[in-house]
């Protein structure tokens, strides 16, 4: 398993953290930050869950207003300057346009909500809201001149499956164990912990085989799956139900100008965002339905398609139609059931399930939650696990950067442009592109190139060898998948070919073997940099 070294290296835990998606590695990276041992497992590649599958805002959820969430508005809000501080290269500014249409919701109503999202938290970096007059706005372009006025607000945007990966990264270099590919089969309590049974599952290498650990605690932060592993897995009855509500987003070719996103109101009082997304499309979502399949098998359906052409192109100008889709995806919210009938009012907030009955070995279970309030949740996660680590370190995580995300005065523009007087020979796209995935860490890839072919192999769009050792070797990514869909969205850019290109250099790496290539680059001779020797590629690879 490909795991299976790091698993060999220790076989007890403090913790087994089951699921790598947003929760998951945000509750292994705090806890390992706490001095605890951790071990998180998860069954695909990390992010393959609803973690990828979000809008990607980080934001306080302008609409939870409307349903008085004000506790999780107010923690979110607060979250969100904390997290654009922390990972300013994957998080940014974003400007929400929303038009009025006095017909849904009342003006007042909607100036009452913004003037609270404005104040109901601290605000230091992002501006406060305003009416906009369409008609002498560039705003008003791409919308129908019956839209005569709206509002203008602020929140930010997240490469949401990245985060995970920053995540992930930030708890091993604090100590954990992170093991993708690897399933949560069961657990039974002995003694003061739980023996815990993991199974190889899928990996290209995989095996099969199985492995057994012991944990102090175990965390089920399965999103989707959370009352699968709490019932089936560990035989746990719980009080508490998830709710599973199925989101849909669809990618088209871009569909105006400017970097403002819209927020557009329907009939049926959801909202569709849509977000300007790797430069060339517009994104576009979400829809908000009630789930009870598998979530495993989810993806759009002819019906939410059609219900998000429809929303747009009742508000603007050019008509969206389903034959314009380039991609779409779906996810499921593993929301906490609170009893609501309507699946767009079902609670955003977060609830723990700690199941250590009469001192047994503790299990606590994670329902709901967003992105955005990822790393309180951790933190909070903590709190409820602390009585059984006296020992433990204090929270630490509100102001510690993200990896690559120590950026100087949060400075992005400044810090590319000093990636680009340094490194010439990126071209100004594929500097953005890498300051923003990488942050800081781009030396990792880029520090000892002189000129483009140092990077080895160019699979398109600026991905070389080099960019994909990195995220093999630092970020867990083990397909062409994992690459051009979760580390990246370079697989909108690039053809379908690629992918089996991607697979086959995967493939050379994993025969040549890791210690041949940790070996190489220690003897790196002949005038090839070391990334070269280590990759056994020359210049013109
Ligand atoms: C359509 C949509 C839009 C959203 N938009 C936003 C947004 O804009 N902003 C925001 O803040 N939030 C948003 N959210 C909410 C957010 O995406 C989720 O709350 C969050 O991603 C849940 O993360 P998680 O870690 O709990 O679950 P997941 O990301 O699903 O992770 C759970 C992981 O557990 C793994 N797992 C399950 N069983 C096992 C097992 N037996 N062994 C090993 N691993 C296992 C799964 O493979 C999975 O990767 C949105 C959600 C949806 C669906």
């Given at each position: 398993?490909?795991?299976?070294?790091?698993?060999?290296?220790?076989?007890a835990?403090?913790?087994?953290?089951?699921?790598?998606?947003?929760?998951?590695?945000?509750?292994?990276?705090?806890?390992?930050?706490?001095?605890?041992?951790?071990l998180?497992?998860?069954?695909?590649?990390?992010?393959?869950g609803?973690?990828?599958?979000s809008?990607?805002?980080?934001?306080g959820?302008?609409?939870?207003?409307?349903?008085?969430?004000?506790?999780?508005?107010?923690?979110?809000?607060?979250e969100?300057?904390?997290?654009?501080?922390?990972?300013?290269?994957?998080?940014?500014?974003?400007?929400?346009?929303?038009?009025?249409?006095?017909?849904?919701?009342?003006?007042?109503?909607?100036?009452?909500?913004?003037?609270?999202?404005?104040?109901?938290?601290?605000?230091?970096?992002?501006?406060?809201?305003?009416?906009?007059?369409?008609?002498?706005?560039?705003?008003?372009?791409?919308?129908?001149?019956?839209?005569?006025?709206?509002?203008?607000?602020?929140?930010?945007?997240?490469?949401?499956?990245?985060?995970?990966?920053?995540?992930?990264?930030?708890?091993?270099?604090?100590?954990?164990?992170?093991?993708?590919?690897?399933?949560?089969?069961?657990?039974?309590?002995?003694?003061?912990?739980?023996?815990?049974?993991?199974?190889?599952?899928?990996?290209?290498?995989?095996?099969?085989?199985?492995?057994?650990?012991r944990?102090?605690?175990?965390?089920?932060?399965?999103?989707?799956?959370?009352?699968?592993?709490?019932?089936?897995?560990?035989?746990?009855?719980?009080?508490?139900?998830?709710?599973?509500?199925?989101?849909?987003?669809?990618?088209?070719p871009?569909?105006?100008?400017?970097?403002?996103?819209?927020?557009?109101?329907?009939?049926?009082?959801?909202i569709?965002?849509?977000?300007?997304?790797?430069?060339?499309?517009?994104?576009?979502?979400?829809?908000?339905?009630?789930?009870?399949?598998e979530p495993?098998?989810?993806?759009?359906?002819?019906?939410?398609?059609r219900?998000?052409?429809?929303?747009?192109?009742?508000?603007?100008?050019?008509?969206?139609?389903?034959?314009?889709?380039?991609?779409?995806?779906?996810g499921?919210r593993?929301?906490f059931d609170?009893?609501?009938?309507?699946?767009?009012?079902?609670?955003?907030?977060?609830?723990?399930?700690?199941?250590?009955?009469?001192?047994?070995p503790p299990?606590?279970?994670?329902?709901?939650?967003?992105?955005?309030?990822f790393?309180?949740?951790?933190?909070?996660?903590m709190?409820?696990?602390?009585?059984?680590?006296?020992?433990?370190?204090?929270?630490?995580t509100?102001?510690?950067?993200?990896?690559g995300?120590?950026?100087?005065g949060?400075?992005?523009?400044?810090?590319?442009?000093?990636?680009?007087?340094?490194?010439?020979?990126?071209?100004?796209?594929?500097?953005?592109?890498?300051?923003?995935?990488?942050?800081?860490?781009v030396?990792?890839?880029?520090?000892?190139?002189?000129?483009?072919?140092?990077?080895?192999?160019d699979?398109?769009?600026?991905?070389?060898?080099?960019?994909?050792?990195?995220?093999?070797?630092q970020?867990?990514?083990?397909?062409?998948?994992?690459?051009?869909?979760?580390r990246?969205?370079?697989?909108?850019?690039?053809?379908?070919?690629?992918?089996?290109?991607?697979d086959?250099?995967?493939?050379?790496?994993?025969?040549?073997?890791?210690?041949?290539?940790?070996?190489?680059?220690?003897?790196?001779?002949?005038?090839?940099?070391?990334?070269?020797?280590?990759?056994?590629?020359?210049?013109?690879?």
């Amino acid at each position: 398993m490909e795991g299976r070294q790091a698993l060999a290296a220790r076989d007890a835990f403090d913790i087994v953290v089951i699921g790598g998606g947003i929760n998951g590695c945000g509750i292994a990276r705090d806890a390992s930050g706490r001095g605890l041992s951790v071990l998180l497992v998860e069954q695909g590649d990390l992010a393959s869950g609803t973690s990828s599958a979000s809008t990607k805002l980080i934001h306080g959820g302008l609409r939870y207003l409307e349903q008085f969430e004000f506790r999780l508005v107010r923690e979110a809000l607060t979250e969100r300057e904390r997290l654009l501080a922390a990972a300013p290269h994957i998080i940014w500014p974003l400007r929400f346009v929303l038009p009025h249409d006095r017909g849904i919701r009342p003006a007042w109503m909607v100036r009452l909500g913004l003037f609270l999202y404005d104040h109901i938290a601290p605000r230091k970096r992002l501006p406060g809201c305003e009416t906009i007059r369409f008609r002498q706005h560039p705003y008003g372009q791409p919308l129908k001149g019956s839209f005569k006025i709206g509002f203008a607000y602020s929140d930010c945007w997240v490469q949401d499956s990245r985060l995970v990966a920053l995540a992930a990264r930030d708890a091993e270099e604090r100590g954990a164990e992170i093991c993708v590919r690897t399933r949560f089969i069961g657990a039974q309590r002995q003694g003061d912990g739980w023996t815990v049974t993991l199974e190889d599952a899928g990996s290209p290498t995989a095996t099969g085989g199985t492995r057994q650990v012991r944990a102090r605690v175990l965390v089920n932060a399965a999103g989707p799956w959370v009352a699968e592993v709490l019932r089936s897995r560990l035989g746990i009855e719980s009080t508490k139900n998830v709710r599973l509500i199925k989101g849909s987003h669809i990618v088209v070719p871009r569909l105006y100008q400017g970097e403002q996103a819209y927020i557009l109101q329907n009939a049926d009082r959801r909202i569709v965002f849509t977000i300007p997304y790797e430069r060339d499309f517009t994104l576009i979502g979400t829809t908000d339905i009630a789930y009870d399949e598998e979530p495993h098998r989810i993806a759009i359906s002819d019906a939410e398609t059609r219900y998000l052409c429809d929303s747009v192109s009742h508000c603007f100008r050019v008509p969206v139609e389903p034959k314009d889709l380039v991609w779409s995806y779906a996810g499921v919210r593993p929301l906490f059931d609170d009893g609501s009938l309507k699946a767009s009012v079902v609670t955003r907030d977060y609830v723990f399930d700690l199941e250590a009955a009469g001192g047994a070995p503790p299990a606590l279970s994670v329902f709901g939650g967003k992105i955005t309030t990822f790393r309180r949740l951790a933190e909070h996660a903590m709190d409820e696990l602390a009585r059984f680590f006296p020992g433990m370190k204090p929270a630490w995580t509100e102001t510690a950067p993200l990896p690559g995300g120590d950026i100087a005065g949060g400075d992005f523009e400044a810090f590319i442009a000093a990636l680009r007087r340094r490194k010439p020979f990126l071209d100004p796209e594929l500097a953005r592109r890498l300051a923003r995935a990488y942050g800081t860490r781009v030396e990792a890839i880029i520090g000892k190139a002189n000129r483009i072919e140092d990077l080895g192999r160019d699979f398109g769009r600026g991905l070389t060898a080099a960019e994909i050792d990195y995220l093999v070797d630092q970020e867990w990514a083990r397909t062409a998948d994992d690459i051009l869909w979760r580390r990246s969205k370079l697989g909108l850019h690039l053809p379908q070919g690629v992918a089996s290109e991607i697979d086959a250099y995967l493939e050379g790496r994993r025969r040549s073997g890791a210690e041949q290539r940790v070996s190489a680059r220690e003897h790196s001779t002949n005038g090839l940099t070391d990334r070269q020797a280590a990759t056994g590629r020359g210049s013109s690879a």
